[in-house]
């Protein structure tokens, strides 16, 4: 028998979830100290990576929350980097609101200080149009738009051989010009006459992460992703998500079994289940439940939510189909699918937005949750997490409670047996 597969662990890189607990300070999320904190309790843990999500806008509704104040991630990643020599350090950025060849540049640079660490999650950004002067394309003509984006990417990267860097110091000569290439690419999008100017990166390129779910995104993933962070509220879904990418990507002639799947997973602990559901249930003070009746109407295209009650259902003709949103397709879906379900109020639809943003919510104990993880990597329904433990407390019981668990079991390493990104997810260096 075959040893089972071991879960890649990603860790949001959100030190201040918990942001009103006692000593906490105003600007702990502008804290270098505060983040390189977090970094190294996940690397001593052994995690694959941080993952840092961004939006290129302003919610002017999560004002009163902490976590508005949201530094640039690949600056922020670039400290962090100087801390730590192991994590992965993956970072969300925008195809629709950046240039291939200065974002080649910024990707290469974080891969070359870290020694090989750098990836990037592409999101083509549902929102932020008003501070880059342009109308937000259709999602199809977003999606277009990235995948010339990353043929040029990937063009760039593969610019310098892997052997052009001589280094011959006798000769004066750092690399040889014959081995360096211009991309020479004139697109309908882009166009670039120029090589990199930075040597082929450590693990030959930047990991390429992918979180779209819409149809436009699950063909966007079979043809470029090598990492997909997908958002699932159950194992049903999580499965048929699962099964169908990994049939779009055999279709598309690459190995599914090169792409990891990794859902996005909210976990709250506590030392008994009680503990952990009244820690869950703290999150949600009236103010919150307000604020989130506001973003959730975003979500859904703008919808009229006010003045429902909040402990009855959302009537089923407010719900937009989501194929009409111009914005975000998959997750209006995923919520839409919940307040469709009998029984399920306006608070509940909330809450989950508020707490999982349409991912998976596990509440319990260690033990509790390190079961519903092997369930479902067991199902087939994922090669790993990203796992975002509610504050401090939380965090720590993971490591101390769940991770031994999944060793245990063999889920899970016990040290790092490389030193890049890619070494740890188990991914090939491209040619």
Do not use: C
């Amino acid at each position: 028998m075959s040893a089972p597969r071991r879960l890649s662990l990603g860790l949001g890189l959100y030190p201040i979830d918990d942001w009103r607990a006692e000593g906490a300070g105003p600007h702990d999320g502008l804290d270098l100290a505060t983040y390189v904190e977090v970094a190294k309790i996940a690397e001593a843990a052994k995690f694959d990576a941080l993952f840092r999500a961004d939006s290129p806008n302003f919610d002017r509704n999560r004002a009163v929350d902490a976590r508005a104040a949201s530094p640039e991630p690949l600056i922020q990643l670039a400290a962090v980097a100087s801390a730590t020599s192991r994590i992965g350090l993956v970072a969300t950025l925008s195809s629709t609101f950046n240039l291939p060849y200065n974002l080649a540049r910024q990707l290469s640079t974080l891969d070359h200080l870290s020694g090989g660490r750098a990836g990037w999650n592409l999101v083509t950004s549902a929102f932020g149009e008003q501070n880059f002067g342009i109308e937000l394309p259709p999602q199809e003509l977003r999606y277009e738009r990235a995948a010339e984006f990353v043929d040029v990417l990937d063009a760039l990267f593969g610019s310098w051989d892997a052997d052009a860097v001589v280094f011959d110091q006798a000769a004066g000569r750092y690399a040889d010009p014959e081995r360096i290439h211009d991309v020479e690419h004139a697109g309908r999008y882009f166009t670039v006459h120029d090589a990199l100017g930075l040597p082929r990166s450590p693990q030959g390129r930047p990991v390429q992460f992918q979180a779209g779910a819409s149809e436009s995104g699950r063909a966007f993933a079979a043809r470029y992703a090598e990492a997909i962070y997908s958002a699932s509220p159950d194992l049903e879904h999580a499965v048929g998500f699962a099964r169908d990418v990994r049939a779009r990507i055999a279709a598309a002639g690459r190995d599914p079994g090169l792409v990891k799947i990794l859902p996005g997973a909210m976990i709250t602990l506590g030392a008994t289940h009680e503990e952990a559901v009244r820690n869950h249930r703290a999150a949600f003070t009236e103010e919150a439940v307000e604020r989130g009746r506001r973003t959730l109407s975003s979500q859904f295209g703008g919808i009229d939510l006010a003045g429902l009650d909040l402990d009855s259902p959302i009537p089923h003709d407010r719900l937009p189909d989501p194929s009409t949103l111009l914005r975000r397709q998959s997750r209006p879906a995923l919520f839409r699918d919940l307040a469709l379900r009998p029984g399920t109020t306006l608070r509940d639809v909330i809450e989950h937005h508020l707490k999982g943003n349409g991912h998976w919510v596990l509440i319990g104990t260690p033990e509790e949750v390190a079961a519903e993880l092997v369930e479902w990597h067991t199902a087939g329904a994922a090669d790993g997490f990203n796992v975002h433990p509610r504050g401090r407390e939380s965090l720590q019981l993971f490591i101390d409670g769940v991770l031994p668990i999944l060793r245990g079991k063999g889920l899970f390493r016990e040290e790092y047996e490389g030193t890049t990104l890619r070494s740890h997810l188990g991914l090939p260096v491209p040619d």
